[in-house]
DNA sequence: GCGACAG
DNA sequence: ATCTTGTCGC
């Protein structure tokens, strides 16, 4: 499977950081490659929508992932592939990526076919330095990205009005003046159910990377994405 | 220094 | 993320 992206994935991988400083410092780097003018493909567009997701076992400190490509317009399950490895990064937040995309870079490139969006666990620019796993992945992949979380993180926001399809924005904390910057949106996926929170990736507007999560969570809070991806991880590294 | 903190 | 059974409710 082809990838569009700008940079080279391999040289990335073989000059994974270590340590947090390297880590802050990749992300710095890596920050003027994000798009953010493009605005993605059309809610309902003839394509796949992938899940990515990770699961770990601490004990044999082994990583599972998993890649699930979506009919983006019936939700059917059109392909899979998962990638097993090794824990590389400790969880730190603000630096999730470090520990995640080299596994779950194996299982994306197994696909058969390129993938015309990627939803991520977790966030984009709703991130400190604005360079969360969505985003990462989106730049080294060249892949349009978003990511769809199920906690705020350090952002503030209202919740958003009870029936599905309702958003607030999700607000920088500190942010110098105002409200602050809105980073991503609070999404009402079910009606009285809690909210996901949803910030643009790469190569989609905030607006786009709402709609689609919307159509992907018509029948459950999460992305069906999210979900098949999730318990396929797990499956993997139940038999890894 | 203390607390908070995607997965 | 992960440790973990039953249980309340539609």
Partial sequence: MDLPGTLSCDDELRHWPTDEAQARAVQDRLR????????????????????????YDD?????????????????AVVDEATAVGRVSFPYIPGLLAFRE?????????????????????????????????ASHLGVLTGL?????????????????GPERGATSPLLDRDAPGDDGEEVGRALRTQKGVKPVFVSVGHRVDLERACA?????????RLPETTRAADSLCRRALASA
């Avoid at 689609?212 to 459950?220: D, E, P, R």
């Fill in 101 to 133: 995309i080299p596994t779950v870079l194996e299982a994306l490139t197994r696909l058969t076919h390129t993938p015309d969006l990627v939803v991520c666990d977790g966030y984009g620019q709703a991130h400190p330095r604005r360079f969360g796993l």
């Fill in 59 to 75: 004990e044999r400190d082994v990583v599972a992932a998993a890649a699930v490509a979506l009919d983006a317009r019936t939700l």
């Fill in 212 to 220: 689609h999560t919307l159509h992907l969570a018509a029948a459950y």
């Fill in 32 to 55: 003027p490659y994000v798009r953010l003018d493009e605005p993605g493909p059309q809610p309902g567009f003839a394509g796949t929508v992938v899940g990515v997701d990770v699961a």
């Fill in 144 to 160: 349009p990205t978003i990511g769809v979380a199920k906690n705020p993180f350090t952002f503030r926001y209202e919740p958003p």
